[in-house]
Structures are given as C-alpha cells and as structure tokens.
Nanobody
Framework: QVQLVESGGGLVQPGGSLRLSCAASGSTFSRYAMGWFRQAPGKEREFVAGIRSSGGITYYADSVEGRFTISRDNAKNMLSLQMNSLKPEDTAVYYC????????????????WGQGTQVTVSS
C-alpha cells in the first residue's frame, strides 16, 4: 500500500504562487492515477486535479483550470501541484490521494490519502 506525505503549504498573498509536493512510498505509485483534493473550512472535500499513471493525461476542476498544474515524477515517486494566481477562495487543506477512478479515490484499503497541508491565501 502506498503511503503519502504532502509538503509545501503556507501563507501566500493573492496572486502569488505555491508548489505542493507529495512523496509516495512503495513500489506501486507509478501504476496508478493520482490526484489532489482540498477541503476548506465548513465545506466538503473536493477534487482539484488528477493525472494518469504515465503523466500524459491531466484533468482539473473548473475552478483551477489554467492556474494549477499537476505533474508527477515516477522515478522519484513524487506528485506535485504548481499553483499560480492564487485567490482567497483557494484557501484550504490540500491532500494528495490515489489511486483515482475518474475524479474520486478508490475505496480503502487500496485508496490512500496523505495527512494534508494547509494553504492560506490572504493579504
């Protein structure tokens, strides 16, 4: 089973950028579609971005399309999310997770979530 650890969150001003990283353990990371999700206070967790196992296909929530870029390095077992033109409404705890089936994480025990990293966009 893959274990996931996120890093790179923090406080940023509106219009700024952050890059989130997710380190995966285990030998199966490269086989799976992976993704990023987020949960804002008082809201349900929502899909942000997904990437197929080879990295050749990516897909995004409408709210982040054109501003966020998901990528992966299978040789290093790393998943990343580059976030540009950040808005206050992007404030949330961000989670990496997988494997994905479409825009959802498959059920446990195969499906795995990281512990989350806080992103706060505020002036």
């Amino acid at each position: 089973q893959v274990q996931l650890v996120e890093s790179g969150g923090g406080l940023v001003q509106p219009g700024g950028s952050l890059r989130l990283s997710c380190a995966a353990s285990g030998s199966t990371f490269s086989r799976y579609a992976m993704g990023w999700f987020r949960q804002a206070p008082g809201k349900e967790r929502e899909f942000v971005a997904g990437i197929r196992s080879s990295g050749g296909i990516t897909y995004y929530a409408d709210s982040v399309e054109g501003r966020f870029t998901i990528s992966r390095d299978n040789a290093k077992n790393m998943l990343s999310l580059q976030m540009n033109s950040l808005k206050p409404e992007d404030t949330a705890v961000y989670y990496c997770a997988g494997p994905l089936f479409g825009r959802a994480v498959v059920a446990a025990p195969t499906g795995t979530w990281g512990q989350g990293t806080q992103v706060t966009v505020s002036s």
